[in-house]
């Protein structure tokens, strides 16, 4: 009696506070509920659902972080095209995923391969327990993911630097997201998925961002072919903007603790560790790559942490809520030299990948997937309260390092091939050839494809110098080209128009 009458005195003083108190979810229906007859927000924690918000707003923050990035790493005269991709994947996918893109992938009927369409247009998606974790409603979980999904296709889609067409990549962006990233996304992380029953343990996405990101742009680069000048002095040039490739190296770093910590689903002490093993990760990366690069260049590159980085973050991507700290120290070392060396593999295929997104994305998440197998912990799991697994290897569980293998290899294979099929079939569409003229692969991605520059030199180079009249545009492709034949005799930089009339 007096137990009761404590617990009701503390239920009034909450109460006068203006708190709410945290009910289980009891509902049947789809929404979760009626919002006129019932108060939603009492099934689930105020701090999960800010921690949530703040993570979907830092994983956006990461789209113009892959922009900048691989703007800086292409020649100036199609830096712009690259930053407009990565925006625009975030448009056509923000639509894609409030289309069907979300029930295909998470509806709560889905089977093993793909979701239905019980969640089209986000019918019925509002306050019911998410089937990412009861800790946040459907809606939440539904803008969340829809981050993850626009940054895959923005990191694929930069395969078509500096000869592809944006029309057919827009289009490619939808298509490629429905067929390839949303039945990955729906075996991997929908409980109904047969990766997640199998017992696969992939917390970020090292299959579904990374590995299928890889594998689509190595496909696209495939099915484009090489740029002009590739094997010669012509395509032999440095990244054209290092401080770009600095930003987004900022911008992708940060919003990674959204991406990482934020696939804890609530605000909790796994979220702390997989925030702790992102930095470390990413930190021993890039330390790792600037050191491989000084043994062979003896000059300590700012491109080259940078891009162990990318890379430390990309293999701790599918382990940081699974595996204790220590081990964020291996998965950015590993991670990073795999990456390093697995640039070379381009030469190997023949295939001009020109922003080694291949051998960052695939193979670091291949790597990060496969040490997840070996470092996976009970303990960490649990770290939320409720999540339970038989762990990898550190628990002697070692049949999980052939499932890591079977996620991987399923991955890389549907996304590859699908993604050479869809490309196919892309490019036989009348108007909707993959590949750009020699002529605008000459002037430019961003001349001859948007009409404007990401630095106003560039335009103004080609007036003064070419002496350009008013009669005739710059802006089109269609027109004669402002590059002379000489300049086709030197290096595509864009400074080589002034070195061709010396």
Not at 10 to 19: K, P, V
Not at 274 to 284: E, F, H, I
Not at 432 to 446: F, K, N, Q, T
Request: contains cysteine; charged residues 10%.
């Amino acid at each position: 009696m007096a137990d009761s009458t404590v617990k009701g005195g503390e239920l009034t003083a909450l109460t006068s506070l203006n708190y709410t108190v945290l009910v289980p979810y009891n509902g049947t229906i789809p929404t979760g509920g009626d919002s006129l007859t019932h108060n939603l927000n009492v099934y689930y924690q105020s701090g999960d659902i800010a921690w949530m918000i703040t993570s979907t707003a830092l994983v956006l923050l990461m789209i113009p972080g892959v922009g900048f990035f691989y703007a800086g790493l292409a020649r100036r005269k199609s830096a712009l095209s690259l930053i407009w991709l990565s925006m625009m994947a975030t448009g056509v996918i923000s639509f894609q995923w409030f289309f069907w893109g979300y029930s295909l992938a998470f509806s709560h009927t889905a089977g093993r391969f793909i979701g239905d369409l019980a969640n089209f247009g986000f019918h019925n998606t509002l306050a019911h327990p998410s089937v990412g974790s009861a800790r946040i409603p459907d809606l939440l979980f539904a803008v969340y993911q829809g981050m993850f999904a626009a940054i895959t296709v923005a990191l694929a889609v930069g395969a078509v630097a500096e000869r592809g067409r944006l029309l057919p990549c827009v289009i490619f962006m939808f298509v490629w997201s429905t067929v390839i990233y949303d039945a990955i996304a729906c075996w991997t992380w929908n409980p109904h998925g047969w990766v997640a029953r199998m017992g696969g343990l992939d917390f970020a996405g090292g299959t579904p961002v990374h590995i299928s990101s890889g594998s689509a742009a190595l496909a696209y680069s495939l099915m484009l072919g090489k740029r002009r000048g590739h094997g010669t002095h012509e395509l032999n040039f440095r990244p054209h903007n290092v401080t770009q490739i600095v930003i987004g190296t900022v911008f992708l770093w940060v919003g990674w603790f959204g991406f990482n910590a934020g696939s804890a689903l609530s605000a909790n002490m796994r979220a702390v560790m997989a925030a702790v093993n992102t930095n470390l990760a990413a930190s021993t990366g890039g330390v790792t790559w600037c050191v491989l690069d000084y043994r062979l260049e003896k000059k300590w590159s700012a491109v080259g942490f940078c891009s162990g980085v990318v890379a430390g973050l990309v293999a701790i991507t599918p382990g940081s809520g699974y595996v204790p700290a220590w081990s964020a120290v291996v998965f950015g070392v590993v991670g990073a030299s795999a990456c390093n060396y697995g640039t070379k593999l381009k030469f190997l295929f023949g295939i001009d990948d020109a922003l080694d997104i291949f051998a960052v994305h695939t193979i670091g998440g291949l790597v990060g997937n496969i040490l997840t197998g070996f470092f996976a912990a009970n303990y960490i799991a649990h770290l939320d309260g409720f999540t339970e697994i038989p762990g990898g290897w550190l628990n002697r569980h070692w049949i999980q390092l052939g499932y890591q293998l079977a996620d991987s290899a399923s991955g890389f294979a549907y996304s590859f091939g699908g993604s050479c099929i869809i490309l196919f079939f892309i490019n036989l569409v009348p108007g909707l050839g993959l590949r750009a003229s020699e002529e605008a692969e000459v002037l430019g991605m961003d001349d001859a494809e948007i009409g404007e520059f990401a630095y106003d030199y560039v335009e103004l180079t080609r007036d003064v110098v070419q002496a350009i009249g008013d009669s005739e545009s710059k802006y089109s492709g269609e027109q004669r080209s402002p590059v002379e034949p000489t300049e086709k005799t030197f290096s595509s930089t864009d400074d080589t128009v002034i070195k061709s009339h010396r």
